[in-house]
């Protein structure tokens, strides 16, 4: 089983930057990191995925050179920090958990946090 909780959401004005925190428990060996967004009235959407050894990460096109992601495996914690940022970057951001990276489906994904919301105003 593994545990995440997801921190660093709040409001923020566009070109602003935030830095999003999901602290893991249990057991987490080996689990490549995700995280995902879901807008208003939208799906919920892949964003950023983080090898355990963060030797590879895969990006979204809509987030490349803007998003940055991060791993701290002695602290459990995977990092999104979140520069040049967009009203269309609101959303609720998920923290999730796979053995199978590379993938973007959310259905690859075992394990999910309860979301924080980011919000960025025009």
């Known amino acids: 089983q593994v545990q995440l909780v997801e921190s660093g959401g709040g409001l923020v004005q566009a070109g602003g930057s935030l830095r999003l925190s999901c602290a893991a428990s249990?057991?987490?060996?080996?689990?490549?990191m995700g995280w995902f967004r879901q807008a208003p009235g939208k799906e919920r959407e892949f964003v950023t995925s983080?090898?355990?050894?963060?030797?590879?990460?895969d990006y979204a096109d809509s987030v490349k050179g803007r998003f940055t992601i991060s791993r701290d495996n002695a602290k459990n914690t995977v990092y999104l920090q979140m520069n040049s940022l967009k009203p269309e970057d609101t959303a609720v951001y998920y923290c999730?958990?796979?053995?199978?990276?590379?993938?973007?489906?959310?259905?690859?994904?075992?394990?999910w946090g309860q979301g924080t919301q980011v919000t960025v105003s025009s």
């Open positions: 999730a958990a796979t053995r199978n990276y590379g993938r973007r489906a959310e259905d690859e994904y075992a394990y």
């Open positions: 249990g057991r987490t060996f080996s689990y490549a």
């Open positions: 983080i090898l355990w050894s963060a030797s590879n990460t």
